[in-house]
């Protein structure tokens, strides 16, 4: 059995190991919550990109279609050519970040 | 730009990052003295575990008498005084009863034992003294041994306890050595949850003791060296927690206090809320009352100074932050939905989104999750180490509600006990 003093003499070391592990903890904390709320705001980035992307493609598609419509000129040749336009897009897109991701 | 919300967003948000939050700061104050103490306590024990159950052999049978104040306890000073004739120690010369003007059967109950044995004397204060300091003071007056013990009127020392305590004073600057206190009776759901937490409080207060930190020697079973005891003026009767109070004067005056958690001590709690209730109370207004007696001693060297002391007051600042932010985050979360729900329903829009499922918490919320499954490992290996007969009585239930519901009541505790603490001050 330990001595009282040494017990304590010991022991009391655990005031600073005590410290110097909470500080270390922390600094993973910091590290991991950072990158973990980074990866979070990367995602909130995409996701804003996309809604904005589908809206302002929305918007053109609307903005055409009254265009044509006031006009009384509205054809489904017209309808269908932009349609495969749009198809084509983004056929060529998704093949561009499909080199990308194979890159 | 009413199209575009999220480009307006993005602005604020960044703003807000930029500019770090009071609330998150206060978490975080909050997470890194949580996590310090957990780390604290684990360490301690690593280092000492193969020493909690450890006690000195004496190198002689010193002189004991024991003082027990009793107060109307006439259901259970029989069994008390039964207990103590039947301890093993042989130093133990008498056992002084001091009843504090009962109005009960009590004293007539002492006096039959004082009459069928020898070492049991039977005394009365004067007049009610009103507090078990008055009536421990007064039966210390009638000791004449080298060393004091005191023990509640509804406890129950086993057989070894203090024979197994009193090695502890052959180191000189011991002042006084506690035992383990456990609960008697676990009938009751609050009795059965305080079983559980005076195990806590005696795994705790061990590793408390390998610092040389012991904050109290509490009533149920407690010895003192008399010469220590009366140079420092026996206990203070104007403190609500006497025993408290006194273990903080030895450690101020250098003292060591030691524990012996395999002298085991039985003793009655609370069997009903109110009653738990009041004892809470008491015990947090005599501790505030330490408190503010000792508060020069703050920061000062000796372990009172620099860690007791500080370590009390964190535990009432975690306490009262922890319900701040609590009742903070509850009432804002109240008045948002109530709005939102208000304004969902006049827009004729989604009254429930994923938002509010929060499916990607944030990263405190991860550091408040590791901290729980820390501190429910902590409590778990308190159980494990202070084991009793009665350990496989306790059931999942009981420990879930101990640790989601019992212990979120001493933040409540706290701010009553402190309005309180505040009111009578006046008059103190």
Redesign the interface.
């Known amino acids: 059995?330990?001595t009282?003093e040494e017990?304590?003499k010991?022991?009391?070391k655990?005031?600073w190991?005590?410290?110097i592990?909470?500080i270390f903890?922390?600094i993973i904390?910091i590290f991991?919550?950072i990158t973990?709320?980074g990866n979070?705001l990367n995602k909130m980035n995409d996701y804003?990109v996309q809604?904005?992307i589908f809206?302002l493609d929305t918007?053109a598609l609307s903005k055409i279609t009254d265009t044509e419509l006031n006009n009384n000129s509205i054809k489904c040749e017209l309808l269908i050519d932009a349609n495969i336009e749009f198809a084509d897009r983004i056929y060529v897109e998704a093949r561009s970040l499909e080199r990308y991701e194979e890159a | 730009m009413a199209?575009?919300p999220?480009k307006f967003g993005?602005k604020i948000n960044y703003k807000k990052q930029k500019m770090p939050e009071i609330l998150t700061i206060i978490y975080?104050f909050y997470?890194?003295l949580g996590?310090?103490?957990l780390?604290?306590y684990s360490?301690?024990y690593v280092?000492?575990k193969r020493?909690i159950f450890?006690y000195?052999e004496s190198s002689k049978d010193y002189s004991l008498s024991i003082v027990v104040p009793c107060y109307n306890e006439e259901k259970s000073i029989g069994e008390t005084i039964e207990a103590l004739l039947n301890l093993d120690y042989r130093g133990l010369k008498k056992i002084i009863v001091v009843d504090d003007c009962s109005t009960d059967n009590s004293f007539s109950v002492i006096k039959k034992y004082s009459q069928k044995y020898h070492n049991v004397i039977a005394l009365k204060t004067p007049k009610n003294t009103g507090k078990a300091a008055g009536s421990k003071n007064f039966g210390a007056k009638f000791v004449d041994t080298e060393l004091i013990g005191f023990v509640d009127a509804d406890s129950y020392p086993q057989q070894d306890s203090v024979s197994k305590m009193i090695g502890f004073f052959d180191?000189k600057d011991?002042a006084a050595v506690t035992a383990c206190i456990l609960v008697k009776k676990k009938k009751t759901l609050i009795e059965k949850l305080q079983s559980i937490e005076y195990r806590i409080i005696v795994f705790s207060r061990k590793i408390l003791g390998?610092?040389?930190a012991i904050y109290v020697t509490p009533g149920p079973l407690a010895i003192y060296r008399k010469s220590s005891f009366d140079k420092i003026g026996g206990f203070d009767e104007k403190n609500l927690t006497e025993d408290i109070e006194i273990t903080w004067r030895l450690l101020s005056k250098n003292y060591?206090v030691?524990m012996c958690v395999p002298a085991k001590t039985y003793t009655t709690a609370p069997d009903k809320i109110k009653k738990w209730y009041n004892q809470r109370i008491r015990w947090n207004l005599g501790g505030l009352q330490t408190i503010s007696k000792y508060r020069k001693f703050f920061t000062k060297k000796g372990i009172l100074g620099s860690?007791v002391l500080p370590f009390f007051l964190f535990t009432w600042v975690l306490g009262l932050l922890g319900i701040g932010i609590l009742i903070y985050r509850g009432v804002k979360k109240i008045i948002v939905n109530y709005l939102i729900t208000k304004y969902s329903i006049e827009a004729q829009t989604a009254i429930l989104t994923l938002k509010d499922i929060n499916l990607?918490p944030?990263?405190?919320f991860?550091?408040g999750a590791l901290f729980l499954i820390l501190n429910l490992s902590y409590m778990l290996l308190a159980l494990f180490c202070i084991k009793e007969k009665e350990f496989k009585n306790i059931n999942l239930f009981t420990l879930s509600v101990y640790s989601l519901f019992y212990v979120l009541t001493y933040p409540f505790i706290l701010i009553t006990s402190l309005t309180r603490f505040i009111k009578n001050k006046k008059t103190w």
């Open positions: 059995m330990k009282p017990r304590y010991n022991s009391r655990s005031f190991q005590a410290f592990m909470t903890v922390f904390g991991l919550g973990y709320e979070n804003y809604s904005e809206l918007l | 199209c575009f999220h993005n975080l997470s890194f996590f310090y103490f780390f604290l360490l301690v280092k000492n020493e450890s000195p180191k011991v390998f610092l040389g060591q030691e860690f990607t944030n990263i405190l991860f550091f």
